[in-house]
């Protein structure tokens, strides 16, 4: 049977041109061999989500999720509770992008993001589950990530935020230590902190060193806390990030990968926790990494082997590698010259 699928694209996410894209795209998607139908998405809060909900239920076989980080992690929630879920294509066309980055998707153009589709290779991403919601690339909390509620869309990613900070360092005086408790797989940790991050991508605001060993689908998230809410120290482990990742060795820092993570704040103070770039709820909250949940067309030739856990990329792009060896097979069957 025809496989089916949906293109759900928000009009006003980046520069509001997707709309002039959307029959190309379409084609595109026709010739990956998809019976293809669009959806625009609507000032109605969580669109995207019930679109893409409804779709997985219907049966779809792939969801084409072509917006910023917010639209994409719109169309996450919409399908990761379910059971049966359909793939996943990510066009890219917010401001920072954080996600097609991860995937090494063309984020300039919008048609090309789309022809990588074509190429046939996924990857099966884990997915972040936050008490109810879902998250497929960063959930934060701490003062520096609450500034970027209520902010301008341009300054709307944290790490946005964070390279503003580290140019002008105007913010760095705001943050503030408090009291957490954090339960994970290998420990636990009651003490101050001023933030902390939960990846699961390397790509954070365009800083790759902060995550400097993430590996795509191995079920484990990188937990980062900073204790520390000293200026200087804070410029220590910044210049730390910038010099290859060697802030994971600090004392001010937590390290560690995890599946599992509890965060409580235990001051009675309100922790409000960041889940791809928009608030998404308090503390208490309970993380669990679900491994290789969705799986997402992705450039994974353009991908570091090294950041691909062994057993994340999949079918089309494990098929098109035996093609290629099935073509050194000799006349008598053998593989070989
Ligand atoms: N037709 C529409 N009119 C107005 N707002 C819309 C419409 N469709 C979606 N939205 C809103 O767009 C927001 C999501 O935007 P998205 O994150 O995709 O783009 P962006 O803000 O340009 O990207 P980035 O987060 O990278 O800056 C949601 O709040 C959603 O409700």
């Not at 879920?85 to 984020?107: E, Q, S």
């Amino acid at each position: 049977m025809t496989q089916r699928a949906r293109l759900i694209y928000n009009p006003t996410s980046g520069n509001e041109g997707m709309k002039r894209y959307v029959a190309d795209i379409l084609d595109v998607m026709e010739q990956a061999g998809y019976e293809s139908s669009a959806y625009q998405t609507t000032p109605e809060p969580f669109s995207a989500k019930k679109e893409a909900s409804r779709a997985t239920l219907d049966g779809f076989d792939l969801i084409v999720a072509a917006g910023g980080d917010g639209t994409i992690n719109e169309v996450v929630n919409g399908i990761a509770p379910h059971r049966h879920r359909p793939k996943m294509a990510i066009i890219p066309a917010g401001t920072t992008n954080d996600y097609a980055r991860a995937l090494a998707i063309p984020r300039e153009d919008p048609v090309a993001a789309a022809k990588v589709i074509l190429a046939g290779q996924t990857l099966r991403m884990d997915i972040g589950k936050a008490n109810k919601h879902y998250f497929m690339n960063i959930a934060a909390g701490g003062l520096l990530t609450e500034l970027t509620y209520g902010v301008p869309s341009e300054f709307k990613s944290i790490f946005g935020y964070f390279a503003y900070v580290m140019k002008g360092a105007e913010m760095l005086p705001a943050i503030k230590q408090f009291p957490i408790h954090l339960e994970y797989d290998d420990g636990v940790y009651d003490g101050p902190a001023s933030m902390f991050l939960l990846a699961m991508t390397n790509s954070i605001g365009g800083f790759e060193q902060i995550v400097p060993d993430s590996s795509l689908g191995d079920g484990k998230f990188s937990l980062i806390v900073v204790k520390t809410a000293k200026l200087p120290e804070y410029l220590v482990l910044m210049g730390k990030v910038l010099n290859g990742g060697r802030h994971v060795d600090d004392p001010n820092i937590i390290y560690t990968k995890t599946q599992n993570l509890v965060v409580t704040r235990e001051d009675g103070e309100e922790l409000k926790i960041n889940l791809d770039g928009d608030y998404g709820g308090s503390a208490p909250m309970t993380f669990q990494n679900l491994r290789q949940h969705i799986e997402m067309y992705a450039n994974v030739s353009e991908i570091p082997d090294g950041n691909i856990a062994d057993d994340a990329a999949q079918q089309d792009y494990l098929q098109e590698v035996e093609t290629i060896s099935e073509s050194d097979i000799n006349g008598d069957g053998k593989i070989g010259k």
